[in-house]
Structures are given as structure tokens and as C-alpha cells.
């Protein structure tokens, strides 16, 4: 695929995908958050993807919304959602992906950057990298359900610092607060890798694709009504080519291969 602003390659059954604007701190503009839904989308219909990386040339992650677009006076308003569902917001169809999305923040997150970032399935970290959510300072408000996302990763009392402040914090404390998990700086791409490359090869697809469903749908469930679908899904796992496996390759001691079906 062809991109002007980010790069795609596929590693194993994992896709990289690099924001790749590191003069500019990879700062967000309008192309590159069309180029991310168009990488993406190939990720996700690509069967032979089992899991998506997101990172950042350079020194950074992605340092928030390019300056040079948020003081153009003739660029268009922030576009509205007009339904209340998850997948139809703005950064909603991250959350949506049927296949794990990692964040690979191997530098500076800032504000739309970090805020993709909390979308993601599971966030890594490099020491030394520095992260913040910078609203409060700049006149604006917790944008893209950022205020709805943060509490439930990090609690209320530190969702509650960080957007209030605006300050920026360390990846050490970010690791602290379980905002995502620290990983030394050098290799640390690899090691981000590697990650991946654990689930796309040694888990189901199946299994990854409904545990994925559960977190999000727990998030609005009662205990009861969660067990109640972690039931009826074990129970359908049984007659699955996957469980099938599952059980194959542990007792004869050898690389599982899982089809997803």
C-alpha cells in the first residue's frame, strides 16, 4: 500500500505500522489519521495478520495535533459523530478491531497521540519516554472519549490529575499507574514485537477475537451477565477446530497451529 505519512510491513503475522513524520515528532494531521483508518482496515481484513503494532519514527510516539493545522483558520470543524455507539466514534473503530492492537509508545505521546494510544488493546512503554494529555493548558477539554477511557485504565484520582493538570508525567510513573507497561529503551521495538508475535502465534484467533469482545463488553456488565457469556462461549469452544488443537499441541509438545476457526 502506498503512504505518504506512515509506513506498513507486515512481520510474521504481525503488521508494524509506523507513524512517519519524525521531523515533525510524528504529529497528527488530517492525512495521517486517514492513512492510519486505511492501514489499519488492511490489517484487519488481511487473514494472515493476527495481531497490529502501532509505533513511531524517530524520537517520538506521535506528539499531538500538528500546529501547523490547528492554527490554519480555514481547516474544517472537528467532525460529530451522530450516533452514541463505541465503534462510530471518531478513534471508536480502534477499540473495534477484532484482532489485538499494541501500542508501541517508544517516545513523546501528547494529546491525540496519547489518546490513540488508549484505544489500543495493550500500551507499552520505553523509559524515558515522557507522556501527557495537555488540554487544560491549552483551553480545550478531554477530547475523543478520553474521559471515559482514562478512569477505567488508571482509575478516577490519576484520570482526574492528569486531565486537570495537564502535566507530564514519566513512562516510570506511567508504568506505576498501569497506564502502560515499561520496557527498556533500547531494543525496545523488538521486545514490542516479540509481544505480538507471542499472541499472533501461540494464541487462538478465535479465542483472541471473543476475549477481545468480552473486555468490551464488560465494561457495561454485571458480573452475572458476564459470566453468563464466558459460558455459553466455553461452551462453544468445544466443537471448534481451535480448542481441538489447543489440547493437540500441548500433549504432543510441539507449536500449536491454530487456524482461527
Given at each position: ?119 489500543a488493546d495493550l500500551r507499552y512503554v520505553a523509559a524515558g519516554a515522557k ?38 508525567l514519566q513512562a516510570e510513573e506511567a508504568d506505576r499507574m498501569g497506564l ?82
Amino acid at each position: 500500500m502506498d503512504f505518504t505519512q506512515l509506513r506498513y510491513a507486515a512481520i510474521g503475522r504481525v503488521a508494524s505500522i509506523t507513524f512517519d513524520r519524525p521531523d515533525r515528532l510524528n504529529a497528527w494531521t488530517p492525512t495521517l489519521e486517514a492513512e492510519l483508518r486505511a492501514a489499519v482496515a488492511h490489517a484487519e481484513a488481511d487473514d494472515a495478520v493476527r495481531a497490529i503494532v502501532l509505533s513511531g519514527a524517530g524520537r517520538a510516539f506521535c506528539a499531538g495535533m500538528d500546529m501547523a493545522v490547528l492554527s490554519d483558520p480555514g481547516r474544517p470543524p472537528v467532525p460529530q459523530a451522530d450516533s452514541d455507539d463505541d465503534a462510530a466514534q471518531r478513534y471508536g473503530y480502534l477499540g473495534a478491531l477484532a484482532k489485538p492492537l499494541i501500542a508501541a509508545i517508544n517516545g513523546a505521546a501528547a494529546g491525540v497521540g496519547l489518546c490513540i494510544a488508549l484505544h489500543a488493546d495493550l500500551r507499552y512503554v520505553a523509559a524515558g519516554a515522557k507522556l501527557t494529555l495537555p488540554y487544560a493548558r491549552r483551553g480545550l477539554v478531554a477530547e475523543h472519549g478520553t474521559a471515559w477511557l482514562l478512569p477505567r485504565l488508571i482509575g478516577p484520582m490519576h484520570a482526574a490529575d492528569l486531565l486537570l493538570t495537564g502535566r507530564t508525567l514519566q513512562a516510570e510513573e506511567a508504568d506505576r499507574m498501569g497506564l502502560a507497561c515499561l520496557l527498556p529503551a533500547e531494543g525496545f521495538l523488538d521486545a514490542v514485537l516479540a509481544r505480538a508475535t507471542e499472541i499472533a502465534e501461540l494464541s487462538s484467533p478465535r479465542a483472541v477475537r471473543i476475549i477481545k469482545r468480552q473486555l468490551v463488553e464488560a465494561r457495561y456488565q454485571t458480573l452475572g451477565q458476564a459470566t453468563r457469556v464466558a459460558d455459553r462461549e466455553i461452551a462453544a469452544c468445544r466443537d471448534t477446530e481451535d480448542f481441538r488443537e489447543g489440547v493437540r499441541h500441548f500433549v504432543e509438545k510441539r507449536a500449536p497451529r491454530f487456524t482461527g476457526r
